[in-house]
Each structure stands twice: as C-alpha cells, then as structure tokens.
C-alpha cells in the first residue's frame, strides 16, 4: 500500500474515532455494505456521506501530511559556530524535550485492526473506539 493509502486509512479510522455520536443509520448501511475487499475509493466515497466525518478527516489528512513531510526533512537547523561554543546544554536534553516515545504509535495501532470489522459493525463509531482503546491498553501491557 502506498503511504498516500495508509494516510487516508488513518485519517479515515481516526475520524471516525472521534465522532461523539454513532453514524446516521442510513450512513452505516452504507459501511455495513463495504466487504473485506474495498478500496481506498470506498473510504473516500463514505467518509463524504458524514459531514462531521469529512471535517474530522480532512483536519486529520492535513495533520499526517504535514507530520509525514516534516518527519522526511529531520531537523531543519543550520549549525551556528559562535552559538555552538558558548552553548552548555546537552544535546541529549535538547533532543528529549520533544520526545514522544512514550506515545503509542496511532500508525501501529490502525494497521493491527481488522478494518471491515469495524465497516460492518452495527456501530462503527463505537466499534473503532473499543477496538483502538483494546489495542492501547494491550500495548501498555507489553511495557
């Protein structure tokens, strides 16, 4: 799959997530028709049916593009000499201040759900919340 594809899984599932009420009935018909082979045209086509779910996907597509794209670039600092020298921090420290290591992966996360599981669910939205939540707690587990 290309990245373009997984990003618009992501910020397809993690709309979905963050809808605080479940799915009109006539739009999870429409999800419950979606079987285990559907294509990213499908993902498009639903999350248009919702327009709460299309402003969450469109804030959520806009934010792993830009995060994608910054992450491809590394760290953007030209090296200053003078600033160098008289500089006393550790660069470790200046480094781990950003860290989000701690974080759970929402990439991992989405790829281990069984997306047409949670299509055809009588509640996607609540199906996705317990799924992602499941995933996180059994993450925090390993740890």
């Known amino acids: 799959m290309k990245d373009t594809q997984n990003e618009i899984l992501e910020a397809f599932f993690l709309a979905l997530?963050?809808?605080?009420e479940p799915l009109l009935a006539n739009v999870q018909l429409e999800f419950n028709k979606t079987n285990k082979n559907f294509?990213?045209?499908d993902i498009l086509r639903l999350k248009d049916l919702h327009p709460p779910l299309l402003a969450a996907y469109k804030e959520n597509y806009s934010f792993l593009k830009s995060h994608s794209s910054q992450r491809s670039k590394g760290l953007e600092r030209k090296p200053n000499p003078k600033a160098e020298k008289n500089n006393n921090i550790n660069s470790e420290?200046?480094?781990s201040a950003g860290s989000n290591d701690d974080l759970p992966d929402v990439s991992k996360i989405i790829a281990q759900i069984d997306k047409t599981e949670i299509l055809?669910?009588?509640n996607s939205v609540q199906a996705i919340k317990?799924?992602?939540l499941s995933l996180m707690a059994k993450g925090l587990d390993h740890e």
Not at 17 to 20: A, G, I, L, S, V
Request: glycine share 0%; net charge neutral.
């Open 17 to 20: 997530y963050q809808q605080t």
């Open 39 to 41: 294509k990213i045209s």
């Open 130 to 132: 317990d799924k992602i």
């Open 93 to 95: 420290s200046e480094n």
């Open 120 to 122: 055809q669910a009588v």
